[in-house]
């Protein structure tokens, strides 16, 4: 049980965590982040990125869908086959199989990325996906961190209670999701600032 709350970020229902998630509202609009699309999906399994883009893959029980992430348009449906190889994690556009594979994660298994180049960070805390701008955590709320003055600044992107399948940045971290078995939700931004 220690183990469980100390992943979760805390002790209980009453700690500053737990009630700061369950206080926050849901996060549409968060600085450069601009929500694109919540798209509903019948048993999602999977979702992974392209490597040099925002282009995503979708594979449910209802076959395969490629989807820009900078816009959540659907460029290419596939209602027969998802193209996901679960075993080895790795999703095949069915519309252009000579492609380079997708990594992809969701039910399987996997994990796409969860930190940006600039420090923005996405975590799973229970039913909650929550967004932290970089240097910020939900997690300096608890109490061993009360006398150094961290930044606590996070954004609540889901709580809807159902499983979160997939949450993460696109390699390119101009596109984060989170996704669900029923939705998938999508948001991007504008090219970070080179320094």
């Given amino acids: 049980m220690k183990l469980m709350q100390s992943f979760l970020g805390g002790t209980g229902p009453r700690d500053p965590v737990s009630l700061a998630l369950g206080a926050a509202g849901l996060a549409v609009n968060v600085g450069p982040w601009t929500q694109v699309a919540v798209r509903s999906v019948g048993g999602l399994s999977a979702v992974g990125f392209d490597r040099a ?5 979708v594979t449910s029980a209802n076959g395969q869908s490629v989807i820009n992430g900078a816009t959540g348009d659907i460029l290419y449906r596939n209602r027969e086959d998802d193209g996901l190889d679960a075993s080895a994690l790795k999703g095949t556009r069915l519309d252009h199989p000579a492609d380079e594979r997708f990594d992809m994660a969701g039910l399987y298994g ?3 990325r969860s930190v940006t180049d600039d420090g923005w960070s996405v975590e799973r805390l ?12 939900v997690h300096f709320l608890e109490a061993k961190w009360a006398t150094y003055n961290k930044d606590a600044t996070f954004h609540v992107l889901d709580r809807s209670g159902e499983e979160i399948r997939a949450f993460g940045f ?15 939700l999508i948001w991007n931004r504008p090219a970070p600032l080179a320094l």
Avoid: E, F, I, N
């Fill in 110 to 112: 996997g994990g796409l």
């Fill in 53 to 57: 883009s925002d282009t995503m893959l």
């Fill in 126 to 137: 229970g039913h909650h996906c929550v967004l932290h701008p970089a240097g910020a955590s």
């Fill in 170 to 184: 696109s390699w390119t971290g101009r596109t984060l999701v989170c996704a669900t078995p029923s939705t998938l």
